[in-house]
């Protein structure tokens, strides 16, 4: 297989349906590909014309929108867009334009037909869609509360912290004071690759080290947590929210298959709520002097650069 094939291959086999896909079923969509690439602003697909491709964002992002021209959904980086259409008649149900430089690859009716009788976990993706309906409620959704329509990899600030799960307590906490982070995860070497095994934070230095008044030279594998609650990196912050209290944990690692993508914390998501526009405003209506105006008046430029860097429309 040529290496730009085995290139697109790679990266669609990190999103779903495709990441569970047969190998020999996904070499045989990459070879039907074609690419194509689409300017902001340009459309992609317009309601009622014929359509026999299913579209995959390589990069990019890409709104949807209903035949009565209201916003349906904004899809990005792994995701599909044309299989309503593909499943009615081959025709566009719901019309789509480039939000921004998109490049797509797309793959002819026949496969999606091959795949959708063969495969039944992607005739399950493309048809039953739970996610996608999931999405375009909490879309209408959107002026209300971010926190349902923004992905915790927004969250994500830095790179993930880790040590081995071989250091010791003293060194453990010289990394995470070193780093400024209140986790640490804890990997170990297995089979020639790195797995997440164990977690450290702040609170378990304090409830499990210094409480006990354990040696400097316990090791951290001794009181680190190892029954890890993650989270998937295509997850809304909403969901990481509500896996945090179910569980009762304070930190999510987040997951690109079993790659770290970084760790968030409560208090990303607390501080995250606290910068929306809506609560900004709010909270500028209940100030009674100049003097708490000036107080917030940094939240105001922070809220613009967010809004700016979520593409916010005017």
Sequence with gaps: MQAELIDIRNHMANYPPFDEMPEELLDRVVGTIEVEYFRAGTSILEFGKANHWLYYIRSGAVEIYRRSGELYNRIGEGEMFGQFGLLMHQKVRFPAKALEDTLIYRFPEEIFRLLFENDDNFAD???????SRLRSALSRREKSNELMTSRVTRLITREPVS??????????????????????LLMEENKGHTDLKGIITDRDLRTRALAEALPSETPIRDIMSE???TIRDNAFIFEAMLTMLHNNVHHLPVMDKHEVRG????????????????????NIYHQ?????????????R?????????????
Excluded at 164 to 181: F, H, K, S, Y
């Design 125 to 131: 993706f493309v048809e039953v869609e739970d996610n």
């Design 163 to 184: 040590a081995p799960c071989t250091v010791r307590l003293q060194e453990a906490a010289r990394i995470m004071t070193d780093q400024g982070v209140s986790a640490l």
């Design 227 to 229: 029954d890890l609650i």
């Design 263 to 282: 760790v968030i914390a409560l208090s990303d998501i607390v501080k995250y709520e606290s910068q929306s526009s809506l609560y900004l405003v709010s």
């Design 288 to 300: 009674q002097d100049v003097r708490g105006l000036q107080k917030i008046s940094r939240d105001v």
């Design 302 to 314: 922070d809220s613009f650069v967010r809004m700016v860097n979520e593409d916010a429309n005017s």
